[in-house]
């Protein structure tokens, strides 16, 4: 396979890729960046961890490096925070030895430095589709000059409902201009998109059977729901995994398997969607710095988290599509390195494992913890039921009302007893029982104004980039 120097980038990008210890392309770097050099649509089917953030953000770099600063000529579409901060992060290292600036646009975070980034003009932008339709609603956001849209992890943003705002973003960009479509797989909406948006692309592994990234050792253990969370501790403390993220089906599990392990004195941290943006940083830079050794993430995440050198993938849950499995393992051996993917099934959830077998045309190898206790029975039930957990609510709800109309009383009932102030006569025009004047007014004499709300949209994340150069079984493709 060719070097990047090879490829006809400019020399400052190659040194920047060099310096961060790549010396060939990986397999979509090699058939993507040609084509989009040449000013080229393309179209590719574009696993996680193949390398494709830098397929589409070299091609780009090298077609703006000569020309004038101070307009955006590029943006980036992709579907969570996480997922463009790390592109962002990204960016910046290969832009070491060049002027090209960029900023990332997602909601989380306040609007000023994002509004900067318009003004200013960076070269490029990355954003997820609503914060920056939020952004178009004032006359500073202006892309009329964008020369490459990308649109990165486009069935996710469909799985995420963001396909009606990638049509209204369309409206706001110039008609010609170059179009960069990555797609981990080609459902029925996104190939009609593809036509709607590209002309005569070129299209990269389109054929291809979505599989997990060469180099991932992938295992099952079966265990019933109970015993998921013991299972997990005791891998843990046998030391049998390393760093580990762990997906689970909803934010409830995630938030309960946290603290199943803290509890057991593991350094764990999360990451979901009810997680604020300064909480969700938290979790992942320490995470990747090594303070947390687990990080517990639900699927709004599983595109958007990229750490050196992972040993371990772990399915708390059996993913519901055969898609997210491949793009959760793909969190690990990034890059042609190696990583470990298990994955926790209980007899209820064989179907979903059976659709992921399928998928990736084998069986997956079962394995059985030696000296585990596999019919232990928990002290406390791990997932409490949705209808439990909002009948719970309501009664908390219930008790702070009653608790407030209590105190409200104790309130009003001391004013009468200590009140003064002689009951008001009756005006000499009317009798005792006429009626006081209403004017319009409530019960305390001040007018009823309306209230109403509103809401934002939000989108995208902060994440990082962990595309470093070591990790067991080795490897020097230049992912991102």
Sequence with gaps: MMSFSALGLDAALVRSVKELGFT??????????????EGRDVLACAMTGSGKTAAFLLPIMHRIMGKTRGVTRALVLTPTRELAAQIEQHLGELATHTPISGAAVFGGVGLGPQEHAFRSGVDILIATPGRLLDHFRHPYAKLDKLEVLVLDEADRMLDMGFLPDIRRVLKHLPAKHQTLFFSATMPAPIVTLTKEMLHAPVTINLERRSQPAVGIT???????QEAKPALLRELLGRNAIGNAIVFTRTK??????????????????RIHGNRSQSQRTDALEGFKSGRYRVLVATDIAARGIDVEALDHVINFDVPAMPEDYIHRVGRTARAELTGEAYTFVSPEEER????????????????????????QRPVERFEVPIGERIAAIRSRKADDRARAKAKLERRNGGAAAGSSTPPPRPHPSRGPSAPARGDGQGAGGAPRRPS?????????????????????????????
């Design 352 to 375: 979903d494992l059976g659709a992921i077998e399928r998928a990736v045309g084998k069986r997956l190898p079962r394995v059985v913890l030696p000296d585990f206790d596999y019919k």
């Design 252 to 269: 409830h599990r995630a938030n309960r398997l946290f603290e199943s392990c803290e509890k057991a004195g593991i350094s764990v941290a």
């Design 218 to 224: 992938q295992a099952v253990y079966p265990v019933s």
């Design 24 to 37: 060939r392309p990986t397999p979509i770097q090699h058939d993507a960046i040609p084509p989009a050099l």
């Design 452 to 480: 109403g709300g509103g809401s934002r949209r939000s989108g995208g994340g902060h994440g990082g980039r962990g595309q470093g150069g070591s990790g067991r079984g080795g490897g020097s493709a230049f992912r991102g």
